[in-house]
């Protein structure tokens, strides 16, 4: 075990769990966020010394809260993982300005509160912010209105934080899986969406939470200490086949 500390959002399940256990077995004290409790605390308890704190990263209060923690606690920070999010699709139309809202306070305010709230332990030793956003904010697609807006400002957001802070030894990069093999997508995707999404990765596949976590725990080590501002799309190389119909691959 080393000394520095890790704090992922969104570590109840999926990508954040599965960069908690990475980061984990890379010796990092870890701090695991998230707003169910439940599903938090059975996550936490197969992580040895995990601190788990309950927390709503769109609520101000609850993030001022959750880092008084981890200041008590350990002091210091080294590593903000901004995993949190929520997938929330469906067609302009009828996506209200409360849904509109739900997307936004969540998958761009909480990256905002979170990483202003963690500044001043990021940047006593010079740190490193990793935010995730999606192949969804790269690429326009249908009916995701809010969660692609959201996930796009996500981007220009971390190089906002890169510009402006590298001042003061501060590294931020952004991740954007594209499809990935989660509980959430096993449930919501047909056989007839996994099968197009398929023909469009060049890898022919979708990923697993696994590759995913290497890439943040990469971009968030010593290993990538001269990498600020940039966006790395982690998607089987589904963004960099464009609009190129997988019909003329053959």
């Known amino acids: 075990m080393n000394d520095t500390v890790a704090l992922i959002t969104g570590a109840a399940r999926g990508i954040g769990l599965a ?12 701090v695991m966020l998230d707003r169910d409790t439940d599903e938090l605390t059975e996550a936490a308890a ?5 601190l788990a704190i309950t927390c709503d990263v769109s609520s101000p209060q609850q993030v001022a809260q959750a880092i008084a923690e ?28 409360s849904r509109w809202r739900r997307v936004m306070e969540t998958n761009l305010d909480g990256v905002f509160l979170m990483s202003q709230a963690c500044l001043a332990l990021l940047s006593a030793r010079g740190g490193a912010i990793v935010n995730i956003a ?40 952004c991740v954007c899986p594209g499809p990935v093999d989660t509980k959430l997508a096993l449930a919501v995707h047909s056989p007839e969406i996994r099968a197009a999404y398929h023909d469009a990765i060049p890898l022919n596949r979708y990923g697993t939470e696994r590759e995913i976590a290497d890439v943040i725990c990469f971009l968030a080590s010593e290993r990538a200490s001269y990498v600020t501002g940039q966006v790395v799309a982690s998607d089987g190389g589904f963004d960099a086949t464009g609009v190129g119909l997988p019909a003329l691959r053959g």
């Not at 960069?19 to 004290?29: K, V």
């Not at 197969?46 to 995990?50: E, F, S």
């Not at 692609?148 to 990069?173: D, F, M, Y």
């Open 46 to 50: 197969t992580l040895p010394g995990a």
């Open 19 to 30: 960069t908690a256990a990475l980061f984990n077995a890379e010796g990092r004290r870890i």
């Open 70 to 97: 981890v200041e008590q606690t350990y002091g210091r920070l080294d590593i903000l993982v901004n995993n949190a999010g929520v997938a929330d699709f469906g067609p302009l139309a009828e996506t209200d300005f």
């Open 134 to 173: 999606s192949i969804s904010g790269l690429r326009a697609s249908t009916l995701r209105i809010a969660y692609g807006t959201s996930k796009a400002a996500v981007i220009h957001l971390t190089k906002q934080q890169a510009a402006e802070l590298g001042e003061v030894g501060i590294r931020a990069n």
